[in-house]
């Protein structure tokens, strides 16, 4: 039976549980710092020796650790590209700058348990050599910066955090700072401008690499919430227990935001592939299905950036079979693994790990129309593909959904979503076309009946006829 | 200067600036701060900021515009964000918000924030608060309203007026 596995949440929403250092403390808070930094010097077969801190580096390179923010890039990889020989401050900031649509999971973990976040930061800054690293959290969650600031002031006041940290040495400092309302701050150039106290334009990679020239220009580490935590637990469990858990090359578990339209919306964390995407909707340990007499039509499934996937679609996938060659299977849309490389099989990305879901009331058009109004007000305005395609995106789709389409529309947007993509300095480019791209292809016939229907109507001389409207909600504007 | 900054809140800024290795790193805090007290962010408050922090003021004004968050007149006292984006709108937020902007004869098909003559409330549809399975999601305030309902947005209007 497809079920929660909780690492990260194990003690979020247990009765009694508070985010206070003693409650901490008392479930075994800070062992892993101190198991950490009690860590022996490894010896290698080829008789080097790798420090304590390599060999915590090294583990998170074994364990498999894949970034939870978005790219699902090896956490270990991102370390081992961090300049050491320049001589500069190495920085590690924490994104908690939360703001993929659909995605919730990292407010938990910040309003909830923000001890064990602070507790495998401050791993990792020991493992990387930094004295100084930030928590850039979203502005729009002013009590979860309080929360962490009170818990940093806890952790300072044990000796967890600051001078010396439990006698061994080190100084590690934490602040928090706080964004103020731009999406564009999750992008790790673009937060990192915004730390600078600049406007959050995304730098240009190369050759600005976080990891070599990053905060200050100095090397830095941006990492995730959930990210950050697993560091805690792979130095708990070690690389080789972690990396049980969770399937081949998707190892640990993974916290999945689910909403739309499900009977049971939540947070569930889940041994990454080992549960599938139509269990999360349907099964009663997760979404427990759609409301009554309504059917699939659509799953967003890694956030609004991830390319759609429709109701009744299959996928080729690689699988690896019992002699060891790989070989394509035809797996249906609910039977997908949720893990990074499946998702990936099929045509787009486990993202954020958000799944919205929506049944076949809803209009793709309007749908589609609300993410592109997010993307049109979220553009930084750094790149002209990006700052113009996405209003006209926007624009186009405000158009289709307010009774003006044009058929032609499906074949506009395609135009102008396939001009932004690969076009712009940072990857808000490929984040407001996708779904663009997606949603015309395979609901084609929906936009273009609601373009010919604007036409027909427009033909016999009425007028607009039609407010924007999702399903049964009423005007947008 | 009209501007008039307590010992205290001074005092507690200056603490912000040595959180960082350059002082421009601070400004974000600083608007928000000085947000947090005067309400809103004035050209006082951004000259003062600059003064401060070692800057040109065009080097913190254009945050004040950049960032969304910030405002540059006073909010009304109740400050309402009902959140505009996919998952909240599948979950009936612009009927909240309609709700809201009908009962308080302010324009719901406005795209920047609303006051009320009287000052007492502000309505504004944001993007993603990042609560979504709570949806649809409103903020009051600093706190967040889950599964917000008809009757919550009337019980937030009988309590701001």
């Known amino acids: 039976m497809p079920e929660q596995y909780k690492l990260i949440l194990k003690h979020i929403d247990q009765p009694g549980y508070t985010p206070d250092i003693e409650c901490y403390l008392r479930h075994g808070g800070y062992e892993a710092l101190r198991q950490a930094l009690a860590t022996p010097p490894r010896d290698l077969p080829d008789g080097k020796q790798l420090s304590p801190q390599e060999v915590v580096r090294e583990d998170v390179k074994a364990s498999g650790l894949r970034g939870r923010g978005g790219a699902g890039f090896s956490a270990g990889l991102k370390w081992s590209f961090v300049d050491?020989?320049?001589?500069?401050?190495?920085?590690?900031?924490?994104?908690?700058?939360?703001?993929?649509?659909?995605?919730?999971?990292?407010?938990?973990?910040?309003?909830?348990?923000?001890?064990?976040?602070?507790?495998?930061?401050?791993?990792?800054?020991?493992?990387?050599d930094v004295k100084l690293a930030y928590i850039y959290i979203r502005?729009?969650?002013?009590?979860?910066?309080?929360?962490?600031?009170?818990?940093?002031?806890?952790?300072?006041?044990?000796?967890?955090?600051?001078?010396?940290?439990?006698?061994?040495?080190?100084?590690?400092?934490?602040?928090?700072?706080?964004?103020?309302?731009?999406?564009?701050?999750?992008?790790?150039?673009?937060?990192?401008?915004?730390?600078?106290?600049?406007?959050?334009?995304?730098?240009?990679?190369?050759?600005?690499?976080?990891?070599?020239?990053?905060?200050?220009?100095?090397?830095?580490?941006?990492?995730?919430?959930?990210?950050?935590?697993?560091?805690?637990?792979?130095?708990?469990?070690?690389?080789?227990?972690?990396a049980k858990?969770?399937?081949?090359?998707?190892?640990?578990?993974?916290?999945?935001?689910?909403?739309?339209?499900?009977?049971?919306?939540?947070?569930?964390?889940?041994?990454?592939?080992?549960?599938?995407?139509?269990?999360?909707?349907?099964?009663?340990?997760?979404?427990?299905?759609?409301?009554?007499?309504?059917?699939?039509?659509?799953?967003?499934?890694?956030?609004?950036?991830?390319?759609?996937?429709?109701a009744g679609e299959v996928f080729k996938l690689n699988r690896k079979a019992a002699d060891g060659q790989m070989t394509k299977v035809d797996v249906p849309l609910l039977d997908l693994p949720y893990d990074f490389d499946s998702l990936q099989g099929a045509g787009t990305m486990s993202g954020s790990s958000a799944i919205i879901v929506m049944d076949d009331s809803r209009s793709m058009v309007d749908c589609l129309a609300n993410l592109s109004e997010f993307y049109a007000h979220e553009s930084c305005g750094q790149c002209t593909p990006c700052r113009e395609g996405a209003l006209w995106l926007a624009k186009g789709l405000?158009?289709?959904?307010?009774?003006?389409?044009?058929?032609?529309?499906?074949?506009?947007?395609?135009?102008?979503?396939?001009?932004?993509?690969?076009?712009?300095?940072?990857?808000?480019?490929?984040?407001?076309?996708?779904?663009?791209?997606?949603?015309?292809?395979?609901?084609?016939?929906e936009f273009e009946a609601r373009g010919a229907a604007d036409e027909a109507a427009r033909s016999k001389g009425a007028g607009p006829a039609r407010d924007l409207k999702i399903a049964a909600s009423p005007n947008q504007h | 200067m009209a501007l008039s900054i307590p010992a205290s809140l001074e005092s507690q800024l200056d603490e912000l600036v040595t959180h960082y290795p350059q002082k421009r790193s601070a400004s974000l805090m600083f608007l928000h701060a000085l947000q947090e007290h005067f309400g809103y962010v004035s050209n006082d408050a951004v000259e003062w900021t600059a003064a401060k922090l070692g800057l040109q003021p065009i080097n913190v004004y254009e945050l004040?515009?950049?960032?969304?968050?910030?405002?540059?007149?006073?909010?009304?006292?109740?400050?309402?964000k009902v959140c505009r984006t996919l998952s909240c709108a599948l979950a009936g937020s612009s009927e909240i918000r309609d709700h809201f902007c009908k009962k308080l004869g302010l324009n719901s098909h406005a795209h920047t924030p609303q006051t009320t003559p009287d000052g007492k409330f502000t309505v504004e549809f944001v993007e993603c608060l990042a609560d979504c399975g709570s949806a649809p999601v409103v903020m009051v305030g600093e706190s967040v309203l889950s599964k917000a309902s008809i009757a919550d947005a009337d019980r937030v209007l009988a309590a701001g007026r």
């Open chain 1, 139 to 242: 502005g729009e969650m002013p009590q979860g910066a309080r929360l962490l600031n009170q818990a940093l002031a806890e952790a300072r006041a044990k000796g967890f955090l600051g001078k010396n940290i439990l006698g061994s040495g080190r100084d590690v400092e934490i602040y928090v700072h706080r964004g103020a309302g731009a999406y564009i701050c999750g992008e790790e150039t673009g937060l990192i401008e915004s730390l600078e106290g600049k406007r959050a334009y995304p730098r240009i990679k190369p050759p600005y690499f976080p990891a070599i020239l990053g905060l200050y220009m100095c090397p830095t580490i941006v990492n995730n919430v959930e990210t950050l935590c697993h560091v805690k637990h792979i130095v708990t469990m070690g690389a080789g227990e972690y």
């Open chain 1, 84 to 128: 050491r020989r320049s001589g500069k401050p190495i920085y590690l900031i924490c994104n908690a700058d939360e703001s993929e649509p659909g995605t919730f999971k990292d407010r938990q973990i910040i309003h909830k348990d923000p001890h064990q976040l602070i507790e495998g930061m401050v791993i990792s800054c020991w493992a990387n």
């Open chain 2, 64 to 80: 004040v515009t950049f960032y969304p968050m910030f405002r540059q007149e006073p909010l009304g006292k109740t400050h309402v």
């Open chain 1, 398 to 445: 405000h158009r289709l959904s307010h009774g003006e389409g044009r058929k032609a529309d499906a074949d506009y947007l395609q135009h102008i979503a396939q001009n932004i993509q690969g076009r712009t300095i940072c990857a808000f480019g490929e984040a407001a076309s996708w779904p663009v791209l997606s949603f015309v292809k395979k609901f084609r016939e």
């Open chain 1, 245 to 310: 858990l969770g399937t081949p090359n998707n190892t640990g578990t993974r916290i999945v935001s689910l909403s739309g339209d499900v009977k049971r919306p939540g947070y569930y964390e889940i041994q990454v592939g080992r549960v599938t995407l139509g269990e999360l909707i349907y099964h009663e340990n997760f979404g427990q299905g759609l409301k009554a007499g309504r059917s699939l039509k659509a799953i967003i499934p890694g956030g609004s950036s991830s390319k759609v996937l429709k």
